[in-house]
Structures are given as C-alpha cells and as structure tokens.
C-alpha cells in the first residue's frame, strides 16, 4: 500500500528497501512521492547521510543476497547420476 504523504528518515529507508527490487517508479510511488523520482532520491540520500551512510541510489539499498555475486569456489559434483 503506498504511503498518502512522503515518507522520511527511517521509515522511507525501510520503504525504499523493502521497494528497492520492483524498481526506481514503484519505489517512489510506494513512499509516497508518486512520480516524482529526484525529490524521493534526494531525500533517500539525506535520510542515509544522517544515519551516517553514504549511498549513490536505490541499488545500494539492495541487500548483498539480492545482489548478482560471482560463486566463490568450485562445483564437485559426479559427471553422472550413476557415479555417485
């Protein structure tokens, strides 16, 4: 349900973050700046300045699990179901 008024500080963190996946326009709309893309990004960054984090745009609101990761080490597995 998107937010009658816009939202601020930890309350629109949270919004943005939990919108972060669905994308910049749903994210906006959903804290309550309908279309307005640069005021809800403005005030993304000034509410994660006063919590003393820096943060370039909604992308880095995704958490790390979200986020497309290289593997870390290699796959052993059989060659075949037979060999196991």
Avoid: H, W
């Amino acid at each position: 349900m998107a937010s009658e008024t816009p939202l601020t500080g930890v309350v629109l963190i949270d919004c943005a973050r939990a919108n972060a996946e669905r994308g910049l326009a749903i994210a906006t709309k959903q804290c309550g700046y309908g279309d307005d893309t640069e005021s809800f990004q403005a005030a993304l960054k000034s509410a994660c300045s006063d919590m003393g984090v820096d943060i370039e745009g909604l992308s880095d609101l995704l958490e790390s699990t979200q986020q497309p990761t290289r593997p870390i080490g290699i796959e052993v597995a059989p060659e075949t179901k037979s060999d196991l």
